[in-house]
């Protein structure tokens, strides 16, 4: 699939789909918005992808906020449509059953923040910033801020930084466990694939399970626990699992097929 704002790149099994709008830091738009969520759906059903990495073009900007000039002049119900919209393909990135990591090399302000949230797990650069400054445009966060910041990083500080619009550096964002590592710009890439390449080691099936039921947690309409119950079950009835118990009482390493 060709596309305009973005770029994609299968190495070893994962899939680094890199924000290209240098000129703009990798502002959102409705297009570039449109064509991750058709990657990720691109990827979830190609076999050669097992991980996914999502990162911003050159060394400022991961993705620096959504594109401005796009929605200025918005009415209330275009506003409402571009916000669902929004959601609908960030709720996609989280949902991936695949393992989807953030590589945050630089700003990741407003849409980018909420971006980068919606992956599965974030690791930044020394330099990146971090910030919901929607409140000084008279906004707030239209692509699920007001909900994931507090589920990451508790109820009182996302409050803070909601209504503040202040910005936090890298080192911030890893004591708030808003990101799982900082490590320098060089390293970034290698990091996210260190991390994906333990993953993707572990049976696929199960991998997937996790991010379901994990998921399911934050999902009012869903029982996790219940959800738990039965995907363990599920566990039970494929090939993935036999093979698993059979490496390890024949103490090798597991060939898993993800069936």
Not at 38 to 59: C, H, M, N, P, Y
Not at 149 to 160: H, S, T, V, Y
Request: glycine share 8%.
């Amino acid at each position: 699939m060709t596309y305009q704002n973005i770029l994609t790149e299968n190495n070893n099994g994962i899939l680094t789909i890199t924000i290209n709008r240098p000129d703009k830091l990798n502002a959102l738009n409705k297009q570039t918005i449109a064509e991750v969520g058709q990657a990720f759906a691109a990827a979830e059903k190609d076999e050669s992808v097992r991980a996914l990495i999502l990162t911003g073009s050159g060394t400022k900007a991961f993705i620096a906020g959504a594109d401005i000039s796009e929605f200025a002049a918005y009415t209330t119900e275009e506003a409402k449509e571009l916000s669902a919209h929004g959601h609908a393909v960030f709720n996609a990135v989280e949902k991936c059953p695949k393992p989807v990591i953030a590589a945050i090399n630089g700003f990741a302000l407003g849409g980018g923040c909420e971006l980068a949230m919606a992956c599965h797990m974030r690791v930044a650069s020394e330099n990146a910033k971090f910030g919901q400054p929607e409140v000084k445009l008279g906004l707030i966060p239209g692509y699920g801020g007001t909900q994931r910041l507090p589920q990451l990083i508790g109820k009182a500080k996302a409050m803070e930084l909601l209504m503040s619009a202040d910005m936090i550096d890298a080192q911030e964002a890893y004591r708030l466990h808003l990101v799982n590592y900082v490590v320098p710009q060089d390293q970034l890439l290698d990091k996210c694939r260190e991390i994906l390449t333990k993953i993707m080691a572990q049976a696929p099936i199960a991998v997937s399970e996790i991010i379901n039921t994990v998921n399911a947690y934050y999902d009012k309409n869903q029982d996790g626990f219940q959800l738990e119950i039965n995907q363990f079950g599920r566990c039970f009835s494929t090939e993935d699992f036999e093979e698993g118990a059979t490496a390890f009482l024949e103490k090798r390493k597991a060939d898993f097929k993800s069936k």
